[in-house]
């Protein structure tokens, strides 16, 4: 049976505190969007403790999944006025645009998000591999590639998740084909930075005597 430590409990304690109290403000606002995403979330959770329970990810990781989740749900919860926005776009936190050059706050999200996912996939990548604790796994232009692969099938997967949201509801803040497209992009780039952080992170390779 696997044990889960203080810490782990902790996180889980803290997740569900805030998907409950965001949920409920989901409710409060007819959010039925939202109230999809929470569920969508539910299983995420159960995925990722059946995950640990096989991997045993690093608090770190499990930390940083949270924070997205909390990310997400703040995303599409937390109403902002047009005044804050360039150009003016309200309604809530993920249309947030501090500057027409920026990427919006959804787009942020995704570059996070999927680079946290990145680097759980590292962690599967080296169990399935057999490379216990401590012992050696190189991000190497192979591995690296592999990993940005998985973080973007992932990515392509929540794509999948909201175009059931356009399907299944009249009005969601989905976007269109280009929303997209930037989406895309943004995971693209988080994935490419988790690589690029595990990689520089890694003692150099030295050649056995």
Same mark, same amino acid.
């Given at each position: /049976?696997?044990?889960? &430590?203080?810490?782990?409990?902790?996180?889980? %304690?803290?997740?569900?505190?805030?998907?409950?109290?965001?949920?409920?403000?989901?409710?409060?606002? +007819?959010?039925?969007?939202?109230?999809?995403?929470?569920?969508?979330?539910?299983?995420?959770? +159960?995925? @990722?403790?059946?995950? $640990?329970?096989?991997?045993?990810?690093?608090?770190?990781?499990?930390?940083?999944?949270?924070?997205? %989740?909390?990310?997400? /749900? !703040?995303? %599409?919860?937390?109403?902002?006025?047009?005044?804050? &926005? =360039?150009?003016?776009?309200?309604?809530?936190?993920?249309?947030?645009?501090?500057?027409?050059?920026?990427?919006?706050? =959804?787009?942020?999200?995704?570059?996070?998000?999927?680079? @946290?996912?990145?680097?759980?996939?590292?962690?599967? !990548?080296? $169990?399935? /591999?057999?490379?216990?604790?401590? +012992?050696?796994?190189?991000?190497?232009?192979?591995?690296?590639?592999?990993?940005?692969?998985?973080?973007? %099938?992932?990515?392509?997967?929540?794509?999948?998740?909201?175009?059931?949201?356009?399907?299944?509801?009249?009005?969601?803040?989905?976007?269109?084909?280009?929303?997209?497209?930037?989406?895309?992009? *943004?995971?693209?780039?988080?994935?490419?930075?988790?690589?690029?952080?595990?990689?520089?992170?890694?003692?150099?390779?030295? *050649?056995?005597?």
């Amino acid at each position: /049976m696997v044990r889960f &430590s203080r810490h782990d409990r902790l996180i889980v %304690g803290f997740t569900l505190l805030y998907l409950v109290g965001l949920t409920a403000r989901s409710v409060g606002q +007819g959010n039925t969007e939202f109230l999809y995403y929470a569920a969508v979330m539910l299983g995420l959770i +159960g995925a @990722v403790g059946l995950l $640990h329970a096989r991997v045993r990810l690093p608090a770190g990781v499990l930390a940083a999944l949270s924070a997205w %989740g909390l990310l997400h /749900m !703040l995303g %599409g919860t937390l109403a902002i006025p047009a005044s804050v &926005s =360039d150009p003016p776009d309200p309604a809530v936190l993920y249309n947030l645009r501090l500057h027409r050059v920026l990427p919006k706050f =959804d787009q942020l999200v995704h570059a996070y998000g999927f680079g @946290v996912a990145t680097w759980a996939s590292y962690h599967a !990548l080296r $169990h399935a /591999m057999g490379v216990a604790g401590g +012992g050696r796994f190189r991000v190497t232009l192979g591995t690296g590639t592999a990993l940005v692969c998985m973080g973007m %099938g992932l990515g392509a997967l929540n794509e999948v998740v909201e175009f059931a949201a356009t399907r299944l509801m009249p009005r969601t803040n989905v976007g269109g084909y280009e929303n997209t497209g930037w989406d895309l992009v *943004s995971n693209l780039a988080g994935c490419l930075i988790a690589v690029a952080g595990l990689a520089l992170r890694q003692p150099p390779y030295r *050649s056995a005597p």
